[in-house]
């Protein structure tokens, strides 16, 4: 990731507000996808193998995005979901969701 | 990740669509640290720590909502970044970009 | 509009890249009060009158924006969405859609 | 507004969720228009007559969804227009923010 974009010299445009704009963009083609759709018609699209690859070309964008920004800020990504995961253990305690509809 | 929400039921609401718009949700949520702010003013605020964990704090809620939405649709990210990255090297070439304003 | 922008001294900050990254603050946070329900528990919870107004309020939100990017822009915003529907009447002849699920 | 959309029985599709979730597609759509400028490059790129219409363009398209949502809840946009900035008037003095930078 960050080869790629210091071998364009992209660093310069790789600052944390567009790159933040840049996942809400990207976040926005991939919900695109799914604008009218109930959630079982969304599934049923989601068989079509082309559907799908273009799906996940939207969600890798996301995470390209996120990545780049976990760089320019020098942030860890790891760390910051395993620490977000580990508080929403306590925030969300499984037993009193498990069986929830 | 699939642990958690396995553990908590919440397979039933991680529809594609609900996890596309929560990425959005999110990625809005990230943008909204710097809404007001220039590039400069940004890169300021960021050396405080407790605004850096924030900001990371949001930018680990979008990748744990990528990662539950690959898991949604059984795709791997990694080969859907790689995919993406080789493609986006032939679509911006190396030496056309470098050196660019 | 205008002139609550002007009395605040706001319109430095009211550039049409921050707008636009407002808009698409508030329409995350408008999308965030139904990010987990189907569309029939959606019009369940909009039965009660203060969920109902905190939508509203989003929405208002969103317009608000909106309006200053036109001021921000100098575009007459009735004769952009006009012209926009007048175009989509070409592009979406009621006759082909009338009926269909 | 009503009329075009009910000449296209799109009245189905038009559910709160997913208005909300149209109106943060087409803020995305807007905000790409800016991506990777200043607001320096922004204000020069709007110079243009074609970027600025396409940029109306857009703006034209969140205004339609959210009248849209207006309709699909039944209320009034000028009156939760009007309410909001009554109370941003309390929240943000303007004689607290006048002359800020």
């Known amino acids: 990731m960050a080869e790629f974009i210091a ?3 992209w660093q ?3 600052t944390p507000k567009n790159l933040s704009a ?10 695109e996808h799914f604008q009218w ?4 018609q969304a599934a049923a699209a989601l068989q079509d193998a082309d559907k799908l690859s273009a799906v996940a070309d939207e969600m890798a964008d996301v995470v ?9 800020l020098d942030v860890d990504v790891s760390e ?3 620490g977000k995961l580990e508080r929403n253990e306590k925030r969300f305690p ?3 969701w498990r069986g929830r509809a």
């Open 12 to 14: 310069q445009h790789h």
């Open 94 to 96: 499984a037993e009193e």
């Open 80 to 82: 910051a979901v395993l």
């Open 37 to 40: 759709l109930t959630d079982e």
């Open 64 to 72: 390209i995005y996120a990545l780049s920004l976990a760089n320019a």
């Open 7 to 9: 071998a364009r010299d």
């Open 22 to 31: 840049s996942i809400a963009i990207e976040a926005a083609e991939l919900l």
